[in-house]
């Protein structure tokens, strides 16, 4: 339930198959609460079907290839399913400056670490800082 949202717009986004045959994958999961400090018309906007396209590339922006547990995780850059790289910090894990707050959650298909907010890069920034 604390990750409905990012379910919701996986599904929205038409990329559910990707998350349930593919892999294995690091998926870097937003919770409900980094959605929710988002602003409401971006969060409204994501579920416009005339953008879908941006919300794949902001989900994909969270997918890491190959499945990574904290404990094999470097300090550096890693590479997203978008084709953009994401900074990995150490102690606490973060990414792209984003903490993990829940660490190694085994998934048929990989793993994945909740994030305490949603991240953003080159590609989707634009997204996330819209007012």
């Known amino acids: 339930p604390n ?7 996986i599904e929205l986004a038409g990329l559910q198959d990707l998350f349930l045959r593919a892999g294995p994958f690091t998926a870097t999961v937003p919770n409900n609460d ?4 988002l602003d409401p018309v971006l969060v409204e906007s994501l579920l416009d079907p005339a953008i879908r396209e941006e919300l794949q590339d902001l989900l994909l922006f969270h997918i890491l290839p ?3 547990f904290s404990s094999d995780l470097e300090e550096g ?3 997203t399913l978008l084709g953009q790289s994401v900074s990995v910090d150490l102690s606490p894990v973060r990414f792209n400056g984003v903490t993990v707050v829940d660490a190694d959650n085994a998934a048929c298909n990989g793993v994945f670490h909740v994030v305490d907010s949603v ?6 920034s634009s997204m996330i800082c819209r007012n």
């Open 34 to 37: 980094a959605f929710d400090r």
């Open 3 to 9: 990750l409905s949202t990012f379910v919701q717009l």
């Open 77 to 79: 850059v890693i590479p």
């Open 119 to 124: 991240l953003s890069g080159k590609s989707t």
């Open 66 to 68: 190959g499945a990574v």
